[in-house]
């Protein structure tokens, strides 16, 4: 399956990011919430292991839920995740992380991609699930990309976190009790490659049209439109990037703009990155 495929490469990204930096750096706060590094790879890490338990272990899967919501009803999710991890951080948080990514990829390339698997909402195929950990990683990736001031270079596998996105066009609505509109904009979009990705009927006055980059930043939240060069045309393609949200559960406002940005590089950190592979890199911001 290429999605799992695409997981591992991305999780293997953002192990090369921050494979080289310090430890106390793992305790940096990122734009996203004030999480730190550490809370970013501890809620990446419970979500990947439920996805895997989803998986080979459907019965353990749902008392694993039933756990969730009885933490979470006394107190938060992130108060739960913290108490899962058993206070594993920095370096060996990372190791942990990463080497049950390449275990969470290998059995997912070896599932059936329209297997159906449990989930907190409605159940969906395992093609679905592993797309999902790879945005979900690709979006949280985002804020330490940003914390560390590197400018990630993405590679064509956002491809599925763009298509993502465009999929959930009537969710972004739905979500919030509002009416789907009826026609969903032109989505017209450049991949890192520089080839050109569309969706939906070709229309000039309702439009999204610019870097995939970028929108797959806005539909996952980790930038405000109003931070990007999208060029967005017609009433419904505003209002849908104006709140777009390509992930389940409650709806989520995005972030205001100018909070989320990659900041200034921290020494020891991108500035001490293994040099980048032609076609993914990371460049430090001076």
């Known amino acids: ?20 930096i310090p430890d106390e750096d793992f305790g940096l706060v990122t734009q996203f919430k004030n999480w730190t590094i550490n809370d970013v790879l501890t809620h990446l890490h419970i979500w990947n292991w439920a996805a895997d338990l989803t998986l080979r272990d459907p019965a353990g899967f749902d ?7 009885a933490a979470v009803a006394k107190g938060s999710l992130r108060a739960f995740e913290n108490e ?11 190791e942990t992380w990463h080497s049950f990514c390449l275990a969470l990829s290998d059995h997912y390339a070896a599932a059936d991609p329209k297997a159906r698997v449990k989930w907190a909402g409605p159940d969906m195929t395992a093609r679905s699930k592993i797309t999902a950990r790879l945005m979900e990683t690709w979006a949280h990736g985002q804020e330490v990309y ?33 009416e789907v509109p009826g026609k969903p904009p032109y989505v017209r979009l450049t991949a890192p490659s520089g080839a050109i990705w569309e969706w939906n009927e070709p229309s000039e006055e309702n439009r999204i049209e610019g870097s995939a980059t970028e929108f797959c930043q806005v539909v996952t939240q980790v930038r405000n ?28 406002n995005p972030p205001a703009p100018g909070t989320r940005f ?5 020494r020891g950190a991108a500035g001490t990155l293994a040099s980048p592979t032609p076609l993914e890199g990371a460049t430090p911001k001076a």
Do not use: H
């Open 1 to 20: 399956m290429q999605q799992a495929i695409d997981f591992r490469e991305e999780s293997e990204a953002l192990y090369r990011l921050l494979e080289p």
């Open 63 to 69: 008392a694993f839920l039933r756990q969730v919501a």
């Open 84 to 94: 899962w991890i058993q206070g594993l951080k920095g370096r060996e948080l990372l």
């Open 146 to 178: 940003d914390v560390l001031g590197v400018e990630r270079v993405d590679q064509d596998r956002i491809q599925n976190i763009a298509m993502l996105g465009v999929k959930t066009f009537g969710w972004t609505f739905a979500c919030r009790g509002m």
């Open 225 to 252: 439109v109003a931070d990007t060069k999208l060029c967005v045309k017609g009433e419904v393609a505003a209002r849908w990037m104006s709140m777009a949200q390509c992930f389940a559960g409650p709806p989520e």
């Open 262 to 266: 990659t900041q200034r590089a921290r």
